[in-house]
């Protein structure tokens, strides 16, 4: 007789509220941060686990605060992450941005998200210019809405700058038109690193946008398939593979407007990705109010 070995299925993800904390590879890379002091340098956390360095910043209350003000706040802690990474010789990789009320309206033309973003640039702007050294410099990123009070901003860096890729398929956000705001947002689509002896991707936060504008408003299926399509450009990029480039994921989070629309976004991810892929699926705003889903991950390149 002969016994005959069944894939177990893989476990739906959970969907929770979003919490102000990175996606669990991040934990991964380094280690239990119960077990590692952390250091306070003015407004900023640090983590130190060599060859990385996390920082973290908060904005207490930022949800009550006028446009000028978030935008000021907003560029004196990313100025304060950019001057620590420059004194220990750190580059950032990969930040997280988490925004209370990302898409409410605060000025007649200047939702929370725009009042964010002049501030990041400002902050960039500042460290790097407006050149070439801005479009080597800045790292990849997402910005999504979250239930809590507080602004945080959660930075990784390391010992080596990462190799930005673009996504031909929209516009470098950095270059979009005033209609986003009085400041453009400031991240690339995605980085290539090295993890240790890993090379790896590091995607944005994906949405269903191509050039600059937003498509399928109110329409999941067409949504999602687009955010795929921007997936796969990116990783087509970066691998110079374009043989299934999904199965190169990881990991993935997803962040979902509505939470009866999680299943439907995860099934469509695991039919594209590899077997045990790692999914985290959160409950959060995306930065524009017509868009119903937006996705990160991490790739492996080789």
């Known amino acids: 007789m002969t016994s005959q070995a069944f894939a177990l299925p ?3 993800a959970r969907i929770t509220a979003l919490q102000p904390e990175p996606p669990a590879w991040v934990g991964d890379l380094l280690g239990s941060t119960s077990s590692i002091p952390v250091e306070r340098h003015g407004s900023l956390d640090v983590v130190r686990r060599e060859p990385f360095v996390r920082v973290t ?9 006028d446009g000028p003000e978030l935008s000021r706040l907003v560029a004196n802690r990313y100025a304060a992450m950019t001057a620590l990474f420059r004194d220990v010789g750190k580059h950032p990789i990969r ?5 209370p009320g990302i898409v409410d309206r605060i000025e007649p033309a200047l939702d929370r998200y725009m009042a964010f973003n002049r501030g990041r640039h400002e902050a960039y702007a500042g460290s790097w210019g407006t050149g070439d050294e801005f479009e080597r410099s800045i790292p990849t990123a997402s910005a999504v809405g979250i239930a809590g009070p507080d602004l945080v901003i959660d930075c990784l860096a390391s010992d080596r700058p990462a190799t930005l890729v673009d996504n031909p398929r929209q516009t470098a956000p950095w270059r979009y038109s005033r209609r986003y705001g009085p400041r453009p947002p400031c991240f690339a689509r995605g980085a ?3 993890f240790h002896e890993r090379r790896v991707l590091l995607i944005a936060g ?7 504008e937003s498509k399928h408003a109110g329409d999941l299926g067409a949504q999602i398939a687009e955010v795929i399509a ?3 450009t990116v990783i087509v990029n970066a691998s110079d593979s374009r043989s299934d480039p999904l199965q190169r994921l990881t990991d993935v989070r997803i962040y979902v407007v509505r939470p009866g629309d999680s299943g439907t976004i995860e099934e469509e991810i695991r039919a594209r990705s590899r077997k045990g892929i790692r999914i985290e699926m959160a409950l959060a705003r995306v930065c ?3 868009l119903l889903v937006e996705i990160e991950g991490l790739a492996d390149l080789e």
């Open 230 to 232: 921007n997936l796969e």
């Open 10 to 12: 893989t476990p739906p």
């Open 288 to 290: 524009r109010p017509e």
């Open 206 to 212: 994906t949405a269903s946008i191509v050039g600059e």
């Open 192 to 194: 290539i690193t090295r």
């Open 57 to 65: 910043a908060r904005i207490p209350d930022a949800g009550q605060l």
């Open 95 to 99: 930040c997280w941005n988490y925004v």
